[in-house]
């Protein structure tokens, strides 16, 4: 597929979806999340990628929404608008709900969208150039559909702050409140990026699809029986699947596991 705001290099198994309107600083619009949509869904049929990397050209990782479509859309009727919305909406979950692990290597902008397609990726690397914000308040408006990813990310407490203030947040602060796992200089951006790519390249890759939707059944599932349940029966089938199978006899026999340098 060609590409008119993006640009994806595959290098042996991770995929970089590159947004690239720098003029712009990658702010989206209808046709961003359209490509987006296009291009996790392509990503997601591909066996070969085990890492998906989210990262922005220019001077910045995402400015968040175009604001001469996000006027357009308001002129339009609400059904057209609802519709417009949806888009964005499900683009968001659909990164969010990869079975690969996402990674966003964020620099400069990250505000509104670009803050929510941070937090909608499983790890979010930043250089200390990097500023986030969840600005929509300032337009007279609310961070919609990326709040769930947002509220996730850095939780209620800190959302009531931030999306009420639309205040900057510099990296530490970031760091401090759960949005960003490392922080680096940014000349060390790609070296701190491989470093984490790595360590994921170690793990199996239908164990680390399992621990992701792991994540989404547990995580605000009260502790109770149904859990209980649910959480053996879930290592259980892991237990039994060829991947675990690979993975013990290759620490009995100190060698590294087929899926290393593969597709297991």
């Given at each position: 597929?060609?590409?008119?705001?993006?640009?994806?290099?595959?290098?042996?198994q991770?995929?970089?979806?590159?947004?690239?309107?720098?003029?712009?600083?990658?702010?989206?619009?209808e046709?961003?999340?359209?490509?987006?949509?296009?291009?996790?869904?392509?990503i997601?049929?591909?066996?070969?990628?085990?890492?998906?990397?989210?990262?922005?050209?220019?001077?910045?990782?995402?400015?968040?929404?175009?604001?001469?479509?996000?006027?357009?859309?308001?002129?339009?009727?609400?059904?057209?608008?609802?519709?417009?919305?949806?888009?964005?909406?499900?683009?968001?979950?659909?990164?969010?709900?990869?079975?690969?692990?996402?990674?966003?290597?964020?620099?400069?902008?990250?505000?509104g969208?670009?803050?929510?397609?941070?937090?909608?990726?499983?790890?979010?690397v930043?250089?200390?150039?990097?500023?986030?914000?969840?600005?929509?308040?300032?337009?007279?408006?609310?961070?919609?559909?990326?709040?769930?990813?947002?509220?996730r990310?850095?939780?209620?407490?800190?959302?009531?702050?931030?999306?009420?203030?639309?205040?900057?947040?510099?990296?530490?602060?970031?760091?401090?409140?759960?949005?960003?796992?490392?922080?680096?200089?940014?000349?060390?951006?790609?070296?701190?990026?491989?470093?984490?790519?790595?360590a994921?390249?170690?793990?199996?890759?239908?164990?680390?699809?399992?621990?992701?939707?792991?994540?989404?059944?547990?995580?605000?599932?009260?502790?109770?029986?149904?859990?209980?349940?649910?959480?053996?029966?879930?290592?259980?089938?892991?237990?039994?699947?060829?991947?675990?199978?690979?993975?013990?006899?290759?620490?009995l026999?100190?060698?590294?596991?087929?899926?290393?340098?593969?597709?297991?």
């Amino acid at each position: 597929m060609q590409y008119e705001f993006l640009e994806i290099e595959k290098q042996g198994q991770v995929s970089t979806v590159w947004l690239n309107r720098p003029d712009l600083h990658n702010a989206f619009n209808e046709g961003v999340i359209s490509e987006l949509q296009a291009a996790l869904n392509a990503i997601e049929d591909d066996r070969e990628v085990r890492v998906v990397v989210l990262a922005g050209r220019g001077k910045s990782f995402s400015a968040g929404a175009d604001l001469n479509w996000m006027k357009k859309a308001g002129e339009a009727a609400l059904e057209d608008n609802v519709a417009d919305a949806c888009k964005l909406a499900n683009m968001l979950y659909t990164l969010s709900h990869l079975s690969k692990p996402t990674i966003a290597r964020v620099h400069g902008a990250a505000l509104g969208g670009g803050m929510g397609l941070a937090s909608a990726c499983d790890i979010c690397v930043a250089s200390t150039d990097a500023k986030f914000a969840t600005s929509e308040v300032r337009l007279g408006l609310a961070p919609s559909t990326i709040s769930p990813y947002v509220i996730r990310a850095i939780g209620e407490r800190q959302a009531r702050r931030y999306f009420l203030t639309a205040e900057r947040i510099d990296t530490k602060t970031a760091q401090h409140i759960g949005l960003v796992h490392e922080l680096c200089q940014p000349e060390d951006l790609d070296a701190t990026m491989d470093t984490v790519i790595q360590a994921i390249l170690q793990g199996a890759p239908e164990a680390q699809a399992a621990s992701k939707s792991l994540i989404d059944a547990v995580a605000t599932h009260p502790v109770d029986e149904d859990l209980i349940t649910m959480t053996a029966e879930h290592i259980a089938n892991l237990r039994t699947g060829l991947e675990a199978k690979e993975g013990l006899r290759a620490f009995l026999d100190k060698r590294v596991p087929a899926w290393i340098g593969g597709i297991s």
